[in-house]
């Protein structure tokens, strides 16, 4: 079952959970998966005029309701790129977070997608991965396809990351952070 952005916020804060990522003012953010743009808005916002945002996505309907969401809000510091991220590397060592918004599961080969991920973070920058608890919800992807934190921490290193925190968000989800080996 899919749901709006507005009965989406009943479940998940984007504002909290970029916040707990340590998104600020002046920041590259790169939002892989980024769907119609449930954080990448909301990140444009923090990072202001003097930040930038990376948003990706394999679907170009969603690329188009995005582009029509940032046309409208007026925002000028958003590049989307509609695309495959196991092949996509936007920029060498630019973003200071990469973000995967509970979509990690969805690649075909999510150890290239990260390894990806790490060509494009600066030294200092930090890999998030927001994601499913592997627990039966009414709502979210298959329990079979979710990725356990063990799991995911496991991609994450083979990835050439350190795994620097693991913590609840919300109801629903963790938040992995890493940075580059």
């Not at 005029?49 to 510091?77: C, H, Q, W």
């Not at 590397?89 to 979509?103: P, Y």
């Not at 990260?114 to 927001?130: C, E, F, P, Y």
């Amino acid at each position: 079952m899919l749901f709006d952005d507005t009965e989406r916020r009943k479940w998940q804060n984007p504002e909290g959970v970029l916040d707990a990522a340590g998104l600020g003012s002046g920041m590259t953010f790169i939002d892989i998966g980024c769907g119609r743009g449930f954080f990448t808005i909301p990140a444009a916002k923090i990072v202001g005029s003097k930040g930038r945002i990376f948003a990706i996505d394999i679907n170009p309907i969603n690329m188009t309701k995005l582009r029509e969401n940032v046309d409208a809000a007026g925002y000028t510091n958003i590049i989307l790129k509609t695309g495959n991220a196991e092949d996509l590397v936007l920029c060498d060592k630019c973003a200071d977070i990469v973000f995967f918004g509970i979509v990690l599961h969805d690649f075909e080969n999510p150890v290239k997608v990260l390894t990806n991920a790490r060509s494009m973070l600066k030294q200092s920058g930090h890999l998030v991965d927001l994601d499913w608890k592997r627990e039966q919800m009414s709502f979210g992807p298959p329990l079979q396809i979710r990725f356990n934190e063990e799991k995911a921490r496991q991609l994450i290193k083979a990835a050439g990351f350190i795994v620097q925190s693991t913590i609840p968000s919300g109801l629903y989800h963790y938040l992995i952070t890493a940075i580059v080996a």
